[in-house]
């Protein structure tokens, strides 16, 4: 089996859906990722050890790509349920202060560990002449004052850096999770380079025919050709139209056990598109 990145993020996604639509609470839905990606972790570096790299051009892209993608899903989803186990309530002036103080953790940790680093340059910029350094085994240069943790790493299975880079895959992760849960309209700032010029945009309808509308869009996967999850789509919906669509996977549970119909609101779209057509406008 030859591992590509492709192939990985679209495993883990047809995953994630799948446990999007069986579980009820993301604190059930993380548990289950966390064992889910904890034995496709093993079961890789199983195969690693077993079959190695065929050239340092797949080991690079390996330990760049793959497994920081996989180990990275995997803190984030851990943090995730830790998070969740702790929060003191659904909601209030608690529940908010609970988050704002889980992400300034997390923005203390970005700024001391991770941004400053001159990796986190090299890697956020896209360069590639230094990854044979970062990322192939028995490279590790203990000149440059490591963290103590390497003395710990398999290195059969880490080149050091790789793990770096999952850190940083696993804070983008948490920080739009974190952001969500206090405020969707806190969007990262690249995600509109306007805000001001959305303001006159809100969403009028139900929320229900907002969620069944993203839920028809991510089902046919029309967005960034289906490679990011309902979550991630959401977020967008929030944000753009200023609305909080709260547990989505319930109200999605709710609709199929509609009577009837269970697409009413893309039933009338389509009947609203129509009638729009035979006026000739």
Known sequence: MKYSINTIVSEIRRKEDKLSLETEQL??????????????????REHIIKEGFTDKTEEI????????????KLIYY???????????????????????????????????????????????SGRCDRDEEYFTRGNINYRDGLNSYVFEIDHQFSTYYD?????????????TYLVTKINPDDTPANLFQNPDS????????????????????????VISHGKIGIRKITFVFQVLFRVQLGDIHHAFHRMKERTGTKTSFLDQLKYSLEHYMKKGI
């Not at 064992?35 to 079961?43: C, P, T, V």
């Not at 609970?98 to 956020?124: A, M, N, P, V």
């Open 27 to 44: 604190l059930e839905e993380a548990y289950q990722m966390i064992q889910y990606l904890k034995e496709l972790l093993h079961s890789t």
């Open 61 to 72: 892209d390996f330990f760049r790509n793959i497994k920081p993608y996989i180990l990275g």
């Open 78 to 124: 851990n943090k995730i349920f830790r998070i969740e186990t702790i929060c003191p309530v659904r909601r209030g002036k608690m529940y908010h202060k609970f988050f704002l103080g889980q992400l300034q953790d997390l923005k203390q940790e970005f700024k001391e560990h991770i941004c400053g680093s001159y990796f986190y340059r090299y890697y956020r």
């Open 163 to 175: 793990s770096k880079a999952s850190r940083i895959v696993a804070n983008e992760l948490l920080y």
């Open 198 to 221: 959305t303001k006159d945009i809100f969403w009028t309808d139900s929320k229900n025919a907002l969620i069944e509308l993203i839920y028809a869009l991510h089902a046919s996967g």
